[in-house]
């Protein structure tokens, strides 16, 4: 077998220039949004020794207010913001009196609409109280915890670690990246978050991230060096659909992993052979239909228990049993079974109606089956690479609920040097990970490594590019863990190799991942 081998080096993420929320010299998220006139604003953005309680901003066109109370904020939060409107003309407005020597900010939230398309924008108008501005600035990068991606159009915070105060928050760009600016040194708590409601205020139900001390120090203009990996909150487990499949199939689909399930209708429990997981989140349960119409199927897993109501009409029950092969390509790899399945359980396999033969010459093909719940399994001599004609006559299989419909097709059984093999170097890591095999978008493998593994090799891979990620598997439960906020706990930290790794046919391709360490 040939091979190569050569060296992927994780890449980091460069932070380069920030871009701030718009200043209220106009601008925003869309250019058909609604524009201040900056030379008629009064008193002008960034004024200084501000004594006056009131703000007007002309605008470029007709507009409308878009929950004023609770999207227009100032920072820090001394006063409660009024807002009116006069045909093209924004007052902002309030009666409290402000503290003296202090920067403030007057953010619009996406409060400004146009009438047509409601396009909106997020604004920020500054003064100070006292005869200079605060001027210290800090820039930040967000990206997403799982694929490493910039976040744009999240909100990244800062606030008094003591107080909880809001001190400054700005939104990032399409690259992720924002400036927060006209800050005091100091020591603040930072968190990014998708800002859902509005209330600049990080939600347990909404995406966040934030550092594992939440603190940082500003003392001078400065960047945070790694970015603030933001990651989606943990779902609470349920069932997420329910199907039913004719003729006689339920298909439970849930949002976490189905482990160890036991599965009632109606309260009568249905016995585990009927049953088995099609996917991780993916459970299929086979069913008598003939006196079931409607009622309650209850799931219940080592981590939850859920409830979901079914209505079944009788025309729902009349179905074909189909067989379709188990590899949607028609191609079988060595080590994949050649099997085929049904939309229901099998009983009973008429081998008279059964025939495998070669495409090349229509010469029969011996061999032996076996069947397992909906699946039937044909042992065949395999070496080389050989095409066979299956066929399947009407009634070839017998089912709880009835014959199985005939089926005609040609399947591939692949030899091994159709196929390239991965040989990962992976002894810069000293502790359990969990190596993800992506050809495109798409996972095409996953396994789990100890950290006395040196390498580790995958076998049978389609001749294509590759690329990988490696997770850090802390609590060595095989499965990606994101963060908590209430705990403080960061998501899991994953490596990503983007550079693609070509793999040939019949080739072994030696491939070295080395992490690139990132501070927490």
């Known amino acids: 077998m040939a091979r190569y081998s050569y060296l992927i080096f994780l890449t980091s993420l460069f932070l380069a220039s920030c871009a701030q929320i718009g200043v209220i010299t106009g601008g925003g998220k869309d250019t058909a949004a609604p524009k201040p006139i900056a030379d008629k604003v009064n008193p002008p953005n960034a004024s200084v020794n501000f004594t006056g309680n009131e703000i007007v901003i002309p605008f470029d066109e007709y507009f409308t207010l878009s929950s004023p109370g609770t999207t227009i904020q100032i920072v820090p939060p001394h006063a409660t913001i009024k807002a009116t409107v006069d045909k093209k003309t924004l007052t902002l407005s309030w009666d409290d009196t402000l503290q003296e020597n202090t920067t403030y900010a007057i953010y619009l939230n996406n409060t400004v609409k146009d009438l047509s398309e409601k396009n909106d924008s997020i604004m ?291 030899s091994s040097k159709k196929y390239g093999i991965l040989s990962l170097d992976v002894s810069s890591y000293s502790s359990t990970i969990i190596i993800q095999v992506f050809k495109g978008s798409d996972v095409i493998r996953e396994k789990k490594v100890e950290p006395s593994s040196e390498r580790v090799l995958i076998p049978e891979l389609v001749p294509g590019d590759y690329s990988f990620k490696v997770i850090r598997d802390e609590n060595q439960n095989g499965i990606w863990d994101t963060g908590d906020l209430n705990t403080r706990r960061l998501p899991e930290q994953i490596d990503q190799y983007s550079k693609a790794t070509t793999v040939r046919a019949n080739w072994e391709v030696e491939v070295e991942l080395v992490p690139i360490e990132l501070k927490p």
Do not use: H, W
């Open 124 to 414: 920020q108008y500054v003064f100070s109280t006292g005869s200079t501005l605060d001027s210290t600035s800090y820039s930040v990068s967000v990206v997403d915890a799982y694929t490493n991606s910039p976040v744009a159009e999240c909100i990244v915070a800062l606030y008094n670690p003591k107080t909880k105060e809001l001190v400054n928050f700005a939104q990032t760009n399409r690259s992720g990246k924002v400036n927060l600016s006209y800050l005091r040194p100091g020591t603040y708590e930072i968190i990014a978050f998708k800002d859902e409601n509005n209330d600049l205020l990080a939600q347990d139900s909404e995406e966040l991230g934030f550092l594992v001390d939440s603190l940082i120090t500003i003392d001078s203009t400065a960047s945070l060096l790694s970015p603030i990996r933001m990651f989606s909150p943990i779902p609470e487990a349920e069932i997420l659909s329910l199907k039913f499949q004719a003729p006689a199939s339920f298909l439970i689909e849930t949002n976490v992993k189905i482990e160890s399930p036991s599965v009632s209708i109606n309260g009568v429990k249905i016995d585990s052979s009927n049953y088995f997981t099609d996917e991780d989140t993916q459970l299929q349960v086979f069913v008598d239909p003939t006196d079931l119409g409607s009622g309650e199927i209850a799931l219940t897993t080592e981590s939850f228990s859920d409830t979901s109501v079914f209505r079944i009409l009788d025309s729902q029950k009349k179905g074909l049993i189909r067989i379709s092969p188990t590899q949607k390509s028609k191609s079988f790899a060595p080590s994949e079974p050649f099997s085929f399945k049904l939309n229901d359980l099998i009983q009973e396999v008429d081998t008279s109606l059964i025939r495998i033969t070669r495409v090349e010459d229509s010469s029969l093909v011996s061999y032996e089956f076996s069947f397992s719940k909906n699946i039937l399994t044909f042992e065949v001599k395999r070496g080389s690479s050989q095409e066979l004609r299956v066929e399947f006559d009407a009634s070839a299989i017998t089912t709880v609920t009835g014959k199985s419909f005939a089926f005609k097709g040609v399947m591939k059984l692949n």
